[in-house]
C-alpha cells in the first residue's frame, strides 16, 4: 500500500470515527455528559422528572369529618406539607352547601373562601373531585340528564377557582352492556357544557365498571372529545365486590393495576397516588411506586401527582408525608 493510499484510509477512519461520534451524542447525549462528568470524578444525580406534586384533600378527610378541621385550612396545610397544587373534594364543603341548598350565593362565597386561601399561601388550583351529585351513567335518560346538570355548578366554580378539571365518577348501572353507552351520553353532555370554559371532565377509575380500564378506555374512545379523559389512581381497581356496591364491601376480584394505568394515561390529566401502608423501608405495601411511576413517566405525563393517603395504620399527616417523601425518592425530586 503507498503512501497515498494510506493517506486516504486513514482519513476515511477519522471521518468514520466523528460520523459515529456525533451520531452517538445524538442518540443519548444526556448519557454521555454523564458519562464524562463520571470520568472526570464528578457526582452526578440525574433529576429523573418534571413532575410536582399536589395534594388530594381526601387524605385529610378523617381530620375534617372527625376532628373538626376546618376544611378552609386545606391550602396553609398542604403548602406546610411541601406540596405545590391542590386538588379539592366537594363532599368536604356540603355541611355548609346543602345547608344553603347549594345555591349561587353559596357556590360563589366557596369559590371566593377557597381562592382567597391559596392565593394567601401561593398554591395552584388543579380539580375538583366532586361526589354525590347524582349518576352520570343512569340508564334513564332523565335522571342521567339531572346528574349532568347538577355538575354544572362544579364546572362553573373549577372555572373560577382556576382550575383545569374536575373530576367526576361514572356511577348508575353496574351491568357492562348498557353502562358504556350510559357513560358515554352524560359524559359527553358534561364535556359540552365545559368546553367552553376550559375545563376537563376527567374520570377516576373508582368502582364498578369504571375500574375495568378498558371499559373505561373504550368509553374515553367513544367520547372523543379532547377536554374529556382519566384520573388514573394507583389503588381502586376492584371490579367485584361481595355485596355489589362500588366502595364499601369486600373486594372479590382486581383489575390489574400496573395493566390498569398503563391503558388509562394517554388520556390522563391527572394521576392519583394511592397510599395505604409503609414498609421500615419506606416502601408502599400494596403499589410498587417504581414500577407504577415508571409507567406514569413512560407515557410522557409531566404534571401534577397528587398525594391520596387512605391508610388507618399511620395518622392522615404522617401519612400524607410518608407518601410524599416515597414519590420524592422515586421521582428523584428535592424534598
Request: include cysteine; glycine fraction near 8%.
Amino acid at each position: 500500500m503507498n503512501r497515498s493510499s494510506l493517506a486516504q484510509k486513514g482519513i476515511l477512519s477519522l471521518f468514520a470515527v466523528v460520523l459515529f461520534g456525533i451520531f452517538s451524542c445524538k442518540q443519548n447525549p444526556k448519557k454521555e455528559v454523564v458519562d464524562d462528568q463520571v470520568a472526570e470524578g464528578v457526582m452526578v444525580e440525574e433529576t429523573k422528572s418534571d413532575i410536582k406534586l399536589s395534594l388530594a384533600q381526601w387524605s385529610m378527610h378523617k381530620m375534617i369529618l372527625e376532628e373538626g378541621v376546618d376544611p378552609y385550612t386545606f391550602a396553609e396545610k398542604a403548602k406546610g406539607w411541601g406540596f405545590e397544587g391542590l386538588e379539592y373534594v366537594s363532599g368536604l364543603y356540603y355541611k355548609e352547601l346543602q345547608a344553603a341548598n347549594f345555591s349561587e350565593e353559596a357556590m360563589k362565597n366557596w369559590v371566593e373562601k377557597s381562592k382567597a386561601e391559596s392565593e394567601k399561601h401561593g398554591m395552584k388550583n388543579l380539580l375538583i373531585m366532586v361526589d354525590g351529585q347524582g349518576d352520570l351513567a343512569a340508564t334513564d335518560e332523565k335522571e342521567r340528564k339531572a346528574a349532568v346538570e347538577n355538575h354544572y355548578k362544579w364546572v362553573d366554580a373549577a372555572a373560577a377557582l382556576g382550575c383545569h378539571s374536575i373530576r367526576v365518577n361514572l356511577n348508575g348501572t353496574q351491568d357492562p352492556e348498557p353502562w358504556v353507552p350510559a357513560s358515554v351520553d352524560g359524559l359527553t353532555q358534561l364535556a359540552t357544557y365545559a368546553k367552553d370554559k376550559n375545563i376537563n371532565i376527567i374520570v377516576e377509575n373508582h368502582g364498578g365498571p369504571s375500574s375495568n380500564a378498558a371499559l373505561l378506555v373504550e368509553v374515553m374512545k367513544k367520547v372523543g372529545m379532547d377536554n374529556c379523559g382519566t384520573l388514573p389512581d394507583f389503588g381502586n381497581f376492584c371490579i367485584k365486590r361481595e355485596a355489589g356496591d362500588y366502595y364499601e364491601s369486600k373486594c372479590l376480584e382486581e383489575y390489574d393495576r400496573y395493566k390498569g394505568v398503563e391503558e388509562l394515561m394517554p388520556y390522563a390529566k391527572a394521576v392519583s397516588a394511592k397510599s395505604y401502608s409503609f414498609d421500615a423501608e419506606g416502601n408502599e405495601t400494596r403499589v410498587d411506586y417504581e414500577k407504577i411511576m415508571d409507567i406514569v413517566e413512560e407515557a410522557g405525563y409531566s404534571g401534577f401527582v397528587g398525594v391520596e393517603y387512605e391508610g388507618s395504620e399511620l395518622s392522615e399527616e404522617e401519612g400524607i408525608l410518608a407518601t410524599k417523601k416515597l414519590l420524592e425518592k422515586v421521582l428523584n425530586l428535592p424534598e
